[in-house]
C-alpha cells in the first residue's frame, strides 16, 4: 500500500480516536472541524501545485497535456478534477471512511452536480462567502457523516481556459479566483 500524506493523516485520525471521529460536542477526540480543515489544507496544496506545476507549466512548454481521455492517449495528464476523483478513490483504498470529491453548480461531469439540496445551498453559500466553509450532519446510508464544503476557485489559466472552452461546460465566462464550485469532504461521526 501506498502512503500518502492525506491517507496518513485520515488512518491517523481514524486509529488514534477509535472507528470515528469525535463530533462536535464530544470533545475526546479531534473535533470533525478542524480535521476538515486539515484535509482541505492538504487536498487544496496538491490540488494547486498538480494544477499549476504540472498541467499548466507542460502545457506551455510543449509537453503533456490534460485530457478527458488521458488512459486512452499517449503524453496525456488527467485533469485537475480527474487527478483528485483518483486520488479520493486511493485514499478510499486504504480503509479510511474519510470521502471527498468536486462538486458544482456548472458541471462539466454531470457525477459532479450536488448530491442534494443541502450541497446546493452550500455551493451557493460558498460562491458568495469563499472565505467560509459550510458545515453540518448528513446521513448517508446507515451512517452519519460530518460534511463540509470549501469553495473551489480557478487557481490557474488553465481552468478557466477548459471550462470556458468546453463543449459540455454550462458556464463560459469563469475568471482568474471565480469560485468554480465545491470540495466536499466527508468523515464518518457514528451510524
Request: net charge neutral.
Amino acid at each position: 500500500m501506498r502512503w500518502t500524506p492525506l491517507a496518513a493523516l485520515a488512518m491517523l485520525a481514524m486509529s488514534s480516536f477509535g472507528p470515528q471521529i469525535s463530533n462536535a460536542s464530544d470533545m475526546s477526540g479531534i473535533p470533525p472541524e478542524t480535521v476538515a480543515d486539515y484535509l482541505h489544507a492538504i487536498i487544496e496544496a496538491d490540488r494547486t501545485f498538480y494544477t499549476i506545476h504540472v498541467v499548466e507549466r507542460l502545457q506551455k512548454n510543449g509537453g503533456a497535456v490534460s485530457d478527458e481521455n488521458w488512459r486512452a492517449k499517449k503524453n496525456a495528464l488527467p485533469l485537475p478534477a480527474q487527478f483528485l476523483r483518483e486520488s479520493s478513490e486511493l485514499a478510499a483504498k486504504t480503509g479510511a471512511a474519510v470521502r471527498y470529491r468536486l462538486i458544482s453548480l456548472w458541471p462539466i461531469n454531470p457525477h459532479n452536480s450536488p448530491y442534494s439540496a443541502a450541497e446546493k445551498h452550500g455551493l451557493e453559500t460558498v460562491r458568495q462567502h469563499p472565505e467560509q466553509s459550510v458545515t453540518g450532519t448528513v446521513k448517508i446510508g446507515d451512517y452519519s457523516y460530518f460534511q463540509a464544503i470549501y469553495a473551489d476557485r480557478a487557481v490557474s489559466e488553465a481552468c478557466v481556459t477548459c471550462h470556458n472552452a468546453h463543449s459540455k461546460s454550462p458556464k463560459h465566462d469563469f475568471k482568474m479566483q471565480d469560485v468554480m464550485g465545491g470540495l466536499v469532504i466527508e468523515i464518518p461521526v457514528g451510524k
